[in-house]
């Protein structure tokens, strides 16, 4: 089975998150004006739900009350470091460095601008990304499978088919390794999808791997002869150099998932992503000007504004491993609304499936040991196909005590 069939990220495979006591209206749940809709019309998707003039949210969609976003009208915001690429070329780059090193310390994530990508390529992919759920569902459902190894994938929710409770999401997935094998197998419709997506996937792999340079500089640059003297007799002489390292990325796995979330008519009640961490080192969003995407920061959700040409950067579940625990993979979910749709583009980048992700031997030593276990895509198969994965429990099974 292959990295793209679950997303890189713990939600794919949420296939019991919420007990069918949940489907019973709660205080503050309401039910259904008019027909209720099939299990068959909530496979369609969200937007099927949306265009059939759905006034209440069906039961269906109705999170827990502990994990509904809280009712007020004001959310904390939250500006992200942004950080300007184009200085890593220059004199200034120590000091890009320095402030990627904090933003990843700190927040987990960062906003780039400058970063490369061009314009035509983020406006194109999502204008392609628009054009494919604006087609008739009839098109869109030529790529609804239940086989979820395929290069492309059309779906709602996290795992449509076990799902008790579902999310307010319909997405198109595209698996963007090896190119020249899988973009046949892309939607040729709209016309330009296939062109259009495959320079927005090279151009966020680019950025991923210049990304992944300065991560790594500033990972390491705390490197001191002490660091060598503590460092135990075992590890003497086994650092990976990050040549070899960046080798491997360059050769890694990418996924590109479209994102589409329609108006919502009761989106206190119900989310477009619950929370959850990302699998692998690095996922690169681009996101349209309604803001949604929310982080956990000091145990509160807060909202990241979206920048103009700007791209979120966040923290994988792989890169806090190999950091030896330095950077932590976050929280994050998405809101929906009632007025308006939200659709965004998330490159989802890690080392090769069968490559194993291990802490980086430079960042181990007697003050720092390893904390984390080796792992690699076959485990985190295992897990999910034996349990429900919740927000970081994975990466939890990781840890060494």
């Known amino acids: 089975m292959k990295m793209a069939d679950f997303d890189f990220n713990h939600h794919e495979s949420q296939s019991r998150r919420y007990c069918r006591a949940s489907w019973i209206p709660s205080m503050g749940a309401v039910t259904d004006q008019g ?28 999170l827990p009350l502990q ?8 959310e ?19 000091g890009v460095i320095t402030s990627i090193a904090d933003a990843c310390k700190r927040y987990g994530f960062f906003q780039v601008v400058n970063h490369g990508v061009t314009r035509g390529a983020a406006e194109g992919v999502m204008d392609v990304g628009r054009g494919f759920f604006g087609m008739p569902f009839e098109e869109r459902a030529k790529y609804m499978s239940a086989d979820m190894s395929g290069p492309v994938r059309c779906g709602t929710s996290f795992n449509q088919r076990k799902d008790d409770v579902f999310c307010w999401r319909d997405f198109l997935k595209l698996t963007c390794q090896p190119m020249p094998d899988v973009l046949t197998h892309w939607p040729a419709s709209p016309a330009d999808l296939r062109k259009v997506a495959a320079t927005y996937a090279k151009e966020t792999r680019d950025l991923f791997l210049v990304l992944m340079e300065a991560i790594l500089e500033g990972l390491h640059a705390s490197d001191t002869v002490e660091t060598k003297k503590n460092m135990k007799p075992e590890e003497e002489g086994g650092e990976e150099d990050d040549g070899d390292i960046m080798e491997k990325l360059k050769n890694g796995s990418q996924l590109m998932v479209v994102n589409y979330f329609p108006p919502c008519p009761e989106p206190d009640l119900t989310l477009g992503l619950p929370p959850h961490s990302d699998y692998g080192f690095l996922t690169l969003l681009l996101q349209d000007e309604v803001e949604g995407l929310q982080i956990q920061f000091q145990e509160n959700w807060v909202t990241v504004e979206p ?16 950091s030896n625990g330095r950077y932590k993979s976050v929280l994050h979910r998405v809101l929906v609304n009632s007025e308006r749709s939200r659709i965004s583009v998330a490159s989802l980048h890690s080392l090769p499936n069968e490559c194993m992700v291990r802490p980086s031997p430079k960042l181990i030593d007697r003050a720092n040991p390893r904390r984390y276990k080796d792992t690699d895509f076959g485990s985190f198969l295992e897990y999910i196909s034996s349990r429900e994965s919740k927000k ?5 099974t990781r840890k060494l005590t």
């Not at 915001?77 to 120590?94: E, F, N, T």
């Not at 970081?392 to 939890?396: S, V």
């Open 392 to 396: 970081k429990n994975f990466l939890e």
């Open 307 to 322: 920048i103009e040409n700007g791209l979120v950067v966040n923290l994988g579940d792989h890169l806090e491993i190999f």
């Open 76 to 94: 904390p915001s939250l500006k992200l470091p942004v950080v300007d690429l184009a200085q890593l070329r220059g004199p200034a780059r120590q």
């Open 35 to 62: 027909p209720t809709p099939t299990e068959t019309q909530f496979q369609h998707g969200v937007k099927h739900l949306h265009e059939s003039g759905l006034q209440r949210l069906p039961t269906k969609y109705v």
């Open 67 to 74: 994990d509904r976003p809280k009712p007020e009208p004001t």
